[in-house]
């Protein structure tokens, strides 16, 4: 007749209730009163030792298999929380009530950092207001599942965590584990923005061509480079290209050479008194070159 193995009251009691301290404690204690009984019954021998170690490892191998289990199940309930829009409250965010930043975004941010991650960001530094919402570097813990990479494609649950108005938008930082969040009350390109003029005098420094998506400079380098402009019809590639000819007229160090061979030179012909050179003909543009 086989006997069933004993299990600790104790222990079984703490998993089904999922309390890991006292879990753990009657793990504990179940593994000493088995080393206790080998022991008694063998004495002090080799076989004694080998029998204690496997009552030591084999205690804890259902208490394993239960935090295993119990973070596969945090992790579904949090994809199926974010599939259905729960916000950080329903997610648990309060039990971190207690995490507090320098600011109210800040506060809401580090609190849905730790409700979708379910561990505390190392720091949210260089938290500032623009003049179209506010944006914050974030120091996120070490890990494949806290990365920059990762906490971006679960952009819409961040978002929805926080609860603030506006638009999100992260980007990875300058080192491997910052996120830039960018919080967006306004579109930064919802208008037509006014080009301010060059600002720069020397082709040494970049030239600012406008303003990208997150309300950043968007700079390109004139100096030993080429640029080619693409795009579709009516889409601003002449605008561009009359930004930059006007930054190498500013330029105190530079000069430019234009050929324009569209019939009456409408692109750059009005650019001709500032330029060294303009050819609207082949036989020009060939002279030019040359």
Same mark, same amino acid.
């Given at each position: 007749?086989?006997?069933?193995?004993?299990?600790?009251?104790?222990?079984?009691?703490?998993?089904?209730?999922?309390?890991?301290?006292?879990? +753990?404690?009657?793990?504990?204690?179940?593994?000493?009163?088995?080393?206790?009984?080998?022991?008694?019954?063998?004495?002090?021998? #080799? =076989?004694?030792?080998?029998?204690?170690?496997?009552?030591? &490892? &084999?205690? @804890? /191998?259902?208490? *394993?298999?239960? !935090? +295993?289990?119990?973070?596969?199940?945090?992790?579904? !309930?949090?994809?199926?929380?974010?599939?259905?829009?729960?916000?950080?409250?329903?997610?648990?965010?309060?039990?971190?009530?207690?995490? +507090?930043?320098?600011?109210?975004?800040?506060?809401?941010? *580090?609190?849905?950092?730790?409700? *979708?991650?379910? #561990? =505390?960001?190392?720091?949210?530094?260089?938290?500032?207001?623009?003049?179209?919402?506010?944006?914050? /570097?974030?120091?996120?813990?070490?890990?494949?599942?806290?990365?920059?990479?990762?906490?971006?494609?679960?952009?819409?649950?961040?978002? +929805?965590?926080?609860?603030? =108005?506006?638009?999100?938008? !992260?980007?990875?930082?300058?080192?491997?584990?910052?996120?830039?969040?960018? *919080?967006?009350?306004?579109?930064?390109?919802?208008?037509?923005?006014?080009? =301010?003029?060059?600002?720069?005098?020397?082709?040494?420094?970049?030239?600012?061509?406008?303003?990208?998506?997150?309300?950043?400079?968007?700079?390109?380098?004139?100096?030993?480079?080429?640029?080619?402009?693409?795009?579709?019809?009516?889409?601003?590639?002449?605008? $561009?290209?009359?930004? $930059?000819?006007? @930054?190498?007229?500013?330029?105190?160090?530079?000069?430019?050479? !234009?050929?324009?061979?569209?019939?009456?030179? /409408?692109?750059?012909?009005?650019?001709?008194?500032?330029?060294?050179?303009?050819?609207?003909?082949?036989?020009?543009?060939?002279?030019?070159?040359?």
């Amino acid at each position: 007749m086989r006997r069933k193995a004993r299990r600790s009251p104790g222990a079984v009691f703490a998993l089904n209730n999922k309390h890991k301290t006292f879990a +753990t404690g009657a793990a504990s204690a179940a593994a000493v009163l088995g080393d206790t009984w080998i022991g008694a019954g063998l004495g002090p021998s #080799i =076989p004694s030792l080998i029998a204690s170690g496997l009552v030591t &490892g &084999g205690a @804890y /191998v259902p208490y *394993m298999r239960w !935090l +295993t289990r119990e973070r596969q199940d945090r992790l579904k !309930l949090q994809v199926a929380a974010a599939k259905a829009g729960v916000g950080a409250v329903a997610l648990g965010a309060g039990t971190y009530s207690a995490l +507090t930043g320098a600011s109210p975004e800040e506060t809401k941010l *580090m609190q849905a950092l730790v409700a *979708m991650l379910s #561990i =505390p960001a190392v720091d949210v530094t260089a938290l500032e207001h623009t003049r179209f919402g506010w944006r914050a /570097v974030v120091v996120l813990p070490p890990g494949r599942d806290t990365a920059p990479a990762k906490v971006i494609a679960r952009r819409e649950q961040l978002s +929805t965590n926080i609860g603030l =108005p506006g638009k999100l938008r !992260l980007a990875k930082g300058a080192r491997d584990n910052e996120l830039v969040v960018f *919080m967006y009350e306004t579109d930064p390109l919802a208008q037509t923005l006014a080009w =301010p003029g060059p600002s720069t005098t020397t082709c040494r420094e970049p030239a600012v061509l406008g303003m990208d998506a997150f309300g950043q400079p968007v700079q390109i380098p004139l100096l030993y480079n080429h640029v080619l402009i693409g795009g579709a019809s009516d889409n601003g590639k002449s605008s $561009l290209q009359s930004v $930059l000819i006007a @930054y190498v007229a500013a330029c105190e160090d530079a000069e430019a050479v !234009l050929i324009d061979l569209k019939p009456g030179v /409408v692109e750059l012909g009005p650019w001709g008194p500032c330029a060294l050179s303009l050819a609207d003909s082949p036989a020009k543009a060939l002279h030019t070159l040359e």
